[in-house]
């Protein structure tokens, strides 16, 4: 016996429809998130041989630049 055929698809979908609770979700507190990020080992744009990943990580590293700098100089 399979043990997928015991359960049927009806009691399979009630399981997504019932008893779902939903909360409120809290900002992250940005210390707490500033130490995570710290941790994170980010190589250096050169080391990276792949292209696109190359690519990627400078867009990364620009967006960063223009949110910090409104950040520093909101318009």
Not at 47 to 63: A, F, M, P, S
Request: charged letters at 30%; hydrophobic letters at 35%; aromatic letters at 2%.
């Amino acid at each position: 016996i399979n043990s997928n055929d015991d359960i049927s698809s009806s009691d399979n979908d009630s399981l997504h429809e019932e008893n779902i609770e939903y909360v409120e979700a809290s900002p992250h507190d940005s210390e707490l998130v500033s130490l995570e990020a710290a941790e994170i080992v980010i190589p250096e744009v050169e080391e990276i041989e792949d292209d696109n990943l190359r690519e990627k990580l400078l867009n990364v590293h620009l967006l960063i630049a223009n949110i910090e700098a409104l950040k520093d100089n909101p318009t």
